[in-house]
Each structure stands twice: as structure tokens, then as C-alpha cells.
């Protein structure tokens, strides 16, 4: 049997290095605000050009403000990156998403939305969660500053090959159980690091009837769960979704390539039970400290090693959490919806479903910020804004936002956040900031309430 | 030009570490990524107080590891975040090979282009060297003799051939790929004659802005 991963790996090796590795090259680099101005700036030093600037695309999102009226002076970090940004990507004659560009936004969102990223491409960025690409059918993965130099001055890297591994996920997923909870699921159960060395094909009936957008959620979080490509073969789903974005093929150009993208999935499709899983909230500081809304904080003592209980017992102290108490119901003063994870229009949508025609809770800082200006445009052009703003969220400008605290959107010490993003670790939205990783569904909910809480909830009170 | 300093053998005391899960975002947090005092204050949770004054169990701080060239780590060390950063400050603070169960695999594929060993074992074999570390014995790294050994212990690893030639020569590998620009050239002709879509569609053109 040949797996996708194999078939596009084949379709991109220069040569082989070793056994185990191989000089690729790469269709797409996306390079944004911290990872291009380093690598560009020593490109520029060792006297090298950038061998295909047709193939960068730039757009800063990680230091941006995401205020309205926001300019790059609005935060330190973007006066100090984006003006380098600008200057480096003209001289190299990249084509820059400038904050005044509607397609501006986060890497992640972008690249797929505007057919940049395509099924059966090798797609790299100094971003780890480049493996979200692979919700479209790319192998995506991200790399450091060295690589990033290496991929502009030669257009390819040279790489270990990583082992293919195939994640099957079966059944129908319950109601306000989204892509988000079944990865954080996947990444309780099986651990951080299971993945590690792997590029992760999710397939299996419950993957094959997600949106694109929900599997670009999915993806998101492979690296969280240690492999730093997963993707999704392409299917009728990812060509309807594909077709007609503005920097897809035309004409005789999408028909080839639909059918080559035909012939890339996995010969044999070769797990997780889908309907199982409860909405997940993490309750720790790694993805993998991560139980069912419904659970109660794990046990140090329930550890199955003497390390894993050290590990909970410092996480627990980290966010404030007694073990053994029910997750829902502790009280939270911030509310991100946004990040690469979860900042499209269909989490939007499914965000404003649960907030529509209620209040977030007093003394609870409520923020949506879209994952692009596209994103942003369409849920306006919806009147998912309104509903957002008058409920009492802010309604931002895209970028990375409350992410990972480097650009002004940040938790003060010992607050705490239920937030959409991909990563709870110490300090990643500020200081002493406690995280909850969880759906839209749930951060909006618990932003009605003021304290975790199930989405199942108001979907009965709805009925 | 190469500035990788080629890696065959290394004996010092190590620095014990036995913490699971050690992500970049601990190793160089993201505002000291930005002020550019990422090697001063690496692993700032783990040695200063929010105060920013220095914690009173700060393990970096314990004499009977200073200057210790091996760090030997809890399992997934420097998952997280694609940051290099992680890699140069682990390298400026002396280390040249990490040992540890699991590693996050940008973080590991990033010490490699530093010069810096990450060095996979199983967990056992990790649990005896952290061991050996807190008795203040001498490590040794070989990558000749592809072992790591302290006092009558001796534990083989694994390393892919292309990794182990690039720290025994301390190859960079921009130059590598630099060498093999006319293979690079020749491949993209073809994978474009193949794939034509692959160059993007001019969204420009359509007036799409």
C-alpha cells in the first residue's frame, strides 16, 4: 500500500540525502513578522537572492495590534518588526498582506482561504502550527530562522523524512462537539508527544464529513499532539471549497490538478471513536492536560507515574485548581475566540449560535477576533458582528491576538482565560496567565455564564 | 563558510533537568524573544519570580553543574513553538548535546543546525543518567563509538546517518544545499512542467484586491 504522505513526499524529492532523509522542494512559504525579517536580514548578509520570491507570501499577524483603528505603531513589538518586515519583503520583491490589505490575517487562515495553499504541496513557515495547512490536502510543517534562510536562498530543505501515521476517527460527533475537542481528546488520551516523528493523515468516516474549516481546526493541533505535519487526503469537500479562491488555478489548470489530486489519497484507507467525546476543556498547562467539560481535575495521585504526577501537581498549582473539583463552574475573566485554531467563519458562526440574544457576564473581558479581513468581512456582511458586539464582546482586527502575549492582547498574572487557541503552556498569554483551551461553542458559553461551562447547556435551553 | 563546531566526543559532569514537557515558551518566553534577552533570562519560569528576582531553586544555579556541556531532560523537551531561539539559548548556555526521552521534533531538527546533539534514549536509560548526573559523575557522549556512558554504564543510541555526518564534520546545511543548486534548478523545471498550477494563480491580475 502507498500512503498520501508517501506519494507527495515522492512527487518533491530533489534527491536523496540518506536512508532517512532527502534534499524536498517546497511549492509555498509563508513568512510573517517574527520568523521573516531574522532569516531575510541574513539572506541579505551572506550576499544570497531569494530564489523564488513568487512563491513567499508575507503578512504580519504574530506582533500586529488587533485593536480597531490599530496602525504598526499600536504595539511595541509590531513598530519594531513590521517596518523590517516591509523593507526586506520590497527589496526581495515578496508580495507583502500589509495591515492595510483586506486579505490581511493570520498565516494559517490566509494561505487556504486564498487557494495559495493546495492539496499535494509541501508547505513550510517559521510557524509550528504551519501543519494546519494540511487541513486542504498540503504537508505542511514549520521550521526555525536557519531553515527559513536555507528555503528562500534555495527554495528547498533538506529533511528527515518523517513516518507516515495514519489517525482514524469513526462516527458521528454529538452535538456542540467540534474538530477542536476530538484533537484535544486524542491529545489527553495519547499524550503530547505521541506523534512525534510523524506526519498524521486523519481519515475515517467523521473526518470525511467535516468542512474544511473544521479540519484545518483539526490539523491545527498535530503539533500540539508531537508530529509537525497532519493533513487530510482531498476529497469532493476540499475541491468545492478550493474552487474559485483567488489564487487557485483556472480553466485547464484546475482540471489537471484536480486530477492529480485524485490520485494522492492513500491507497488503502486505514482509531478514535467520535461520539464518545464530551466537549474539552484543558485544565493544566500542557494540550494533553485536557478532560471532558463534565470531568472533575485530575488527581496527582491517580498519576501513572511518579513524573506525570509531579507534571500535574506543578500544572494544577500553575492554574489555580484543586484536584478532584468539577471543571465547570470555575469562573474565568477573560474570553479569547480567535488564533489559528479557531478564528474562521464557521467558528464564528457556531460561536454566535450560543451567544445570540444573550450577555457576557459582568466583569468578564469578552474578545472575537477574526482570523483574516476576509473572515471579518463575511461574518459582518452576516451580521455575526452584531450579535457579537451586542452581547458585550469587542469585535478586533485579525492577527494572532491573545495567543501568545507579544503584541499588547495579554492575561494579567493569576487571571484566567478560556480561550480557542492552541496552547495553554506557563505563561504563553502572559505571566501568570491560566488557560482553558476549548471550542467557540464552549468559551461562548462560558462567556454567558462567567464560569466554564457545557455548550450542551444551552442547546437544550434553546429546544 | 561554516560556523558549526563539528561534535565527536564530549565527557563533562551533566545538568540534571528531570522535568516532563519543558516547551520553548519556558525555555525562551516570547517577551524576552522580543527585548533580545532570550539567553539571560532562558528558562525564566524555572529561575525568577514574577518579581523578577531569582527563585531560591533555581536548578540552573547549583554549582555542582556549572559548566556542565550535557543537559539530560524530562520527556517531550521543547515541544511547542517553531522559535530557534530555544536552540541558541541552549547552545549559549554551554550545552552541546540534550538527552531526554522525547523531543518536540522543530526544536530537535533546530539544535541539529546549531551544532547541538539532541539525543533520544529510552526513558530507563534516561532515568539512570539523571541518576549518574545528580552524583556528579562524567557523562560521556561518543559519536564515534555511537554511546553514552558513565562509570560502568554504557547505553547505545540511535541517529540517523545523515545527522551523525553533519555534527562529526560540522556541516551547515545552507552550504550542503547551496552545493546542490543545479540539482535544485534542474528538479524545479521539471516539477513545474509536471504541476504548472503550483505557481499561483495572479489573484492580482483579476483585480481581486
Known amino acids: ?463 | 563558510m561554516s560556523a558549526i563546531k563539528p561534535l565527536v566526543r564530549v565527557a563533562s559532569r551533566a545538568m540534571p533537568l528531570p522535568l516532563d514537557s519543558i516547551d520553548t515558551d519556558v525555555i525562551t518566553p516570547m517577551s524576552r524573544v522580543i527585548d533580545g534577552t532570550y539567553v539571560d533570562r532562558a528558562f525564566e519560569p524555572l529561575r525568577f519570580c514574577a518579581d523578577g528576582t531569582a527563585r531560591s531553586d533555581d536548578p540552573f544555579a547549583d554549582p555542582r553543574f556549572a559548566g556542565a556541556e550535557i543537559l539530560i531532560t524530562g520527556a517531550n523537551f521543547g515541544c511547542g513553538s517553531s522559535r530557534e531561539t530555544a536552540a541558541w539559548a541552549v547552545k549559549a548556555m554551554g550545552y552541546r548535546v540534550v538527552i531526554s526521552e522525547s523531543f518536540g521534533d522543530i526544536f530537535a531538527s533546530n539544535c541539529f543546525k546549531n551544532g547541538v546533539l539532541p539525543l533520544r534514549l529510552a526513558r530507563d536509560d534516561v532515568r539512570a543518567l539523571l541518576k549518574a548526573a545528580e552524583n556528579e559523575q562524567i557523562v560521556t557522549v561518543d559519536l564515534d563509538e555511537m554511546t553514552v556512558s558513565s562509570g560502568l554504564q554504557h547505553f547505545p543510541f540511535d541517529l540517523p546517518e545523515i545527522r551523525r555526518k553533519a555534527m562529526l564534520n560540522g556541516l551547515d546545511d545552507l552550504d550542503v544545499s547551496l552545493s546542490m543548486l543545479g540539482k535544485i534548478e534542474a528538479f524545479e523545471t521539471a516539477r513545474l512542467a509536471r504541476r504548472p498550477w503550483v505557481v499561483p494563480h495572479d489573484a492580482d491580475e483579476d483585480g481581486c484586491r
Open chain 1, 1 to 463: 500500500m502507498t500512503t498520501m504522505f508517501e506519494k507527495v513526499w515522492a512527487d518533491h524529492v530533489v534527491t536523496p540525502l540518506s536512508e532517512d532523509a532527502d534534499l524536498v522542494w517546497i511549492d509555498r512559504h509563508y513568512s510573517h513578522d517574527l520568523s521573516g525579517p531574522f532569516s531575510m536580514k541574513t539572506l541579505s548578509k551572506r550576499s544570497l537572492a531569494c530564489r523564488r520570491p513568487d512563491l513567499t507570501f508575507a503578512l504580519p499577524d504574530h506582533g500586529v495590534s488587533t485593536e480597531p483603528g490599530r496602525s504598526e505603531a499600536s504595539t511595541a513589538a509590531g513598530s519594531k518588526m513590521l517596518p523590517a518586515l516591509r523593507r526586506y519583503t520590497s527589496s526581495l520583491r515578496i508580495q507583502l498582506f500589509d495591515l492595510d490589505d483586506a486579505r490581511q490575517g493570520i498565516v494559517h487562515v490566509v494561505g487556504p482561504e486564498l487557494g495559495l495553499t493546495l492539496p499535494g504541496m509541501l508547505v513550510v513557515c517559521g510557524d509550528s502550527h504551519t501543519c494546519t495547512q494540511g487541513g486542504v490536502g498540503a504537508l505542511g510543517w514549520g521550521i526555525g530562522n536557519t531553515e527559513v534562510t536555507q528555503l528562500l536562498a534555495t527554495q528547498a530543505l533538506n529533511v528527515l523524512r518523517p513516518k507516515p501515521m495514519l489517525v482514524r476517527i469513526e462516527g458521528q460527533l454529538s452535538p456542540y462537539v467540534t474538530a477542536k475537542d476530538v484533537i484535544l481528546h486524542l491529545i489527553a488520551r495519547d499524550g503530547a508527544d505521541a506523534g512525534s516523528g510523524h506526519a498524521i493523515e486523519f481519515g475515517g468516516s467523521t473526518v470525511r464529513m467535516m468542512s474544511v474549516e473544521a479540519r484545518l481546526t483539526l490539523c491545527n493541533l498535530s503539533v500540539d499532539f508531537g508530529a509537525s505535519i497532519g493533513f487530510v487526503a482531498p476529497d469532493e469537500t476540499t475541491y468545492a471549497y478550493l474552487d474559485g479562491r483567488p489564487y487557485a488555478p483556472r480553466g485547464s489548470r484546475w482540471d489537471d490538478a484536480v486530477d492529480y489530486w485524485r490520485s494522492i489519497p492513500s491507497d488503502d484507507d486505514v482509531g478514535v471513536e467520535a461520539c464518545g467525546i464530551a466537549p474539552q476543556v484543558s485544565c493544566g498547562t500542557s494540550p494533553a492536560h485536557t478532560i471532558g467539560v463534565d470531568d472533575l481535575v485530575p488527581d496527582p495521585a491517580d498519576a501513572p507515574d511518579e513524573s506525570t504526577a509531579r507534571a500535574w501537581s506543578d500544572a494544577l498549582q500553575y492554574v489555580g485548581l484543586r484536584s478532584r473539583e468539577p471543571i465547570a463552574g470555575v469562573p474565568v475573566q477573560h474570553v479569547f475566540i480567535g488564533s489559528c485554531t479557531n478564528s474562521r467563519l464557521e467558528d464564528l458562526k457556531r460561536a454566535a449560535a450560543v451567544v445570540r440574544g444573550r450577555r457576557v457576564a459582568s466583569g468578564v473581558r469578552a474578545w472575537v477576533v477574526p482570523g483574516s479581513g476576509s473572515v471579518k468581512r463575511e461574518a459582518e456582511q452576516l451580521g455575526l458582528h452584531e450579535i457579537f458586539v451586542a452581547a458585550g464582546f469587542a469585535w478586533r482586527e485579525p492577527g494572532c491576538s491573545m495567543c501568545m502575549s507579544m503584541n499588547g492582547d495579554v492575561v494579567a498574572p493569576g487571571e484566567r482565560c478560556i480561550s480557542t487557541s492552541n496552547r495553554n503552556f506557563v505563561g504563553r498569554q502572559g505571566p501568570g496567565a491560566r488557560t482553558h483551551l476549548a471550542s467557540p461553542e464552549t468559551a461562548a458559553a462560558t462567556a454567558i455564564t462567567g464560569h466554564i461551562t457545557d455548550p450542551r447547556r444551552f442547546g437544550e435551553e434553546s429546544v
